[in-house]
């Protein structure tokens, strides 16, 4: 089992910047992807933001690439999400998640609201 606690969300105006992070608690394989996915208002499902390796590869969703910077920290099992010149748009919670072909299932947090006031 993984528990995963997000923190660092808040209200921001547009072209403000927030600082996301996740914790893991539990057993974390050095094949676990962390990533952060999130669920706009009015919406139901969640959108991929960005996910990093333990090695440290990244992936990035077309709308926050050159705004948004994964990583982490594997000593401490903690990523961070760094968003800068938020939009709008970027409204959403924010969901941390741990996933990895080693295990049955992902495993998500509680997720954290991000508001951008225009």
């Known amino acids: 089992q993984v528990q995963l606690v997000e923190s660092g969300g808040g209200l921001v105006q547009a072209g403000g910047s927030l600082r996301l992070s996740c914790v893991a608690s539990?057993?974390?394989?050095?094949?676990?992807?962390m990533g952060w996915y999130r669920r706009a208002p009015g919406m139901e499902q969640r959108d991929l933001v960005a996910?990093?390796?333990?090695?440290?590869?990244?992936n990035y969703a077309d709308s926050v690439k050159g705004r948004f910077a994964i990583s982490r920290d594997n000593a401490k099992n903690t990523a961070y999400l760094q968003m800068n010149s938020l939009k709008p748009e970027d409204t959403a919670v924010y969901y941390c998640?741990?996933?990895?072909?080693?295990?049955?299932?992902?495993?998500w947090g509680q997720g954290t609201q991000v508001t951008v006031s225009s």
């Open positions: 998640n741990v996933d990895s072909a080693a295990r049955p299932r992902a495993f």
């Open positions: 996910t990093i390796t333990s090695g440290g590869t990244t």
């Open positions: 539990g057993i974390i394989f050095n094949s676990d992807v």
